[in-house]
Nanobody, 128 residues
Framework: QVQLVESGGGSVQAGGSLRLSCAAS???????????MGWFRQAPGKEREAVAV????????YYADSVKGRFTISRDNANNMLYLQMNSLKPEDTAMYYC??????????????????WGQGTQVTVSS
């Protein structure tokens, strides 16, 4: 089992920045077999969607078109941490943001269904 705990959410004005953090914990075996980690978000009345994903054992990163050029995902494997730097925030970025991990190789890294571990979420609110 892998436990994920997010932090860093909050309220900012449009154009501002936030940095989300996700701490992963679990057995050495479980952590070793996490192949992808990512950030997803869900706004009220909408489906959960991928924001950014990173391959744990390489340089592959994937971003939703809506955040390209504004958000940056990064990881610290040594400390089992995942980050999301969010710049130039827009009101439409308002959502609950979730950290997720996939313990198997996936066909579509941006697919919600590929991830089997989820954090509780952290709220991001952007005001105009």
């Amino acid at each position: 089992q892998v436990q994920l705990v997010e932090s860093g959410g909050g309220s900012v004005q449009a154009g501002g920045s936030l940095r989300l953090s996700c701490a992963a914990s679990g057995s050495t075996y479980s952590i070793y077999y996490v192949y992808y980690m990512g950030w997803f978000r869900q706004a009220p009345g909408k489906e959960r969607e991928a924001v950014a994903v990173v391959f744990t054992y390489g340089d592959g990163t994937y971003y939703a078109d809506s955040v390209k050029g504004r958000f940056t995902i990064s990881r610290d494997n040594a400390n089992n941490m995942l980050y999301l730097q969010m710049n130039s925030l827009k009101p439409e970025d308002t959502a609950m943001y979730y950290c997720a991990a996939a313990s198997s190789r996936v066909r579509n890294p941006l697919s919600v269904g590929e991830y089997n571990y989820w954090g509780q979420g952290t709220q991001v609110t952007v005001s105009s």
